[in-house]
């Protein structure tokens, strides 16, 4: 079945380090893919998404590109601050489930605490 | 509220107990999902909804679970004769499908469920 692989964490930054999470999915349709983020204490939010091959999302300067080829959808952001401190999920979407049904499938989370 | 919204956001059961937990999706939406997340965990997908009909529960652990949503708003968790593997973080979220790609699912804060 679907699948998404999610680099371990916890992963501890200075600010204004470059990040990079891995993440690699399975899937065998055309799923779409998703990075949420979870802050302390708040429910889990939308950062990006791509909804086919070589599509990037982007936001709040997180980037992350759909990478048929490798499977592969790696988040990047190139400074991070302090409020960057959060867990991170990677998630697909497959769009060929009958019923509409779009359920996302998940890595297991990668705590990211950045330091001042 | 704009959000969505699950109440109770703890819950504290004795093994044995039933449980309901209910959850308030954005105006709307048609699409309504329950996920399981685990301590240390990626959530797990439980159950779908699109308006008053369940078109998969192929998530749900056991035949002790049970969901609802019987006017196409509001959704309701159940869960019988509660075990302390039953103690997780109880997500929903709901999505109205445009037709145009993938559906951003929307999350509650989820409703965290101790079972002693």
């Known amino acids: 079945g679907d699948s998404v692989t999610q680099m371990e964490g916890p992963v501890t930054l200075s600010e204004e380090a470059f990040l990079t999470i891995n993440c690699t999915y399975t899937?065998?349709?055309?799923?779409?893919l998703f990075w949420y983020v979870q802050y302390p204490g708040e429910g889990l939010q939308l950062l990006l998404k791509?909804?086919?091959a070589d599509d990037k999302g982007s936001n709040k300067g997180f980037e992350a590109t759909y990478r048929k080829e490798t499977t592969s959808f790696h988040l990047e952001k190139g400074s991070v601050q302090v409020s960057d401190s959060a867990v991170y999920f990677c998630?697909?979407?497959?769009?060929?489930?009958?019923?509409?049904?779009?359920?996302?499938?998940w890595g297991l989370g990668t705590s990211l605490a950045v330091n001042p | 509220g704009a959000g969505v919204s699950q109440s109770p956001r703890y819950k504290v059961a004795k093994r044995g107990q039933d449980v309901a937990l209910r959850c308030d999706p954005i105006s709307g939406h048609v699409s309504l999902f329950w996920y399981q997340q685990a301590l240390g965990q990626g959530p797990e997908f439980l159950t779908y909804f699109q308006n008053e009909a369940q078109l998969d529960k192929s998530g749900l652990p056991s035949d002790r679970f049970f969901a609802e949503r019987p006017e196409g708003s509001v959704s309701t968790l159940k869960i019988q004769r509660t075990q302390q593997e039953d103690s997780a973080v109880y997500l929903c979220?709901?999505?109205?499908?445009?037709?145009?790609?993938?559906?951003?699912?929307?999350f509650g804060p989820g409703t965290r469920l101790t079972v002693l």
């Open positions: 998630a697909l979407s497959d769009r060929t489930k009958a019923g509409n049904n779009r359920k996302l499938i």
């Open positions: 791509a909804t086919k």
């Open positions: 979220a709901s999505s109205a499908p445009s037709g145009r790609g993938p559906d951003t699912q929307y």
């Open positions: 899937a065998t349709g055309y799923p779409s």
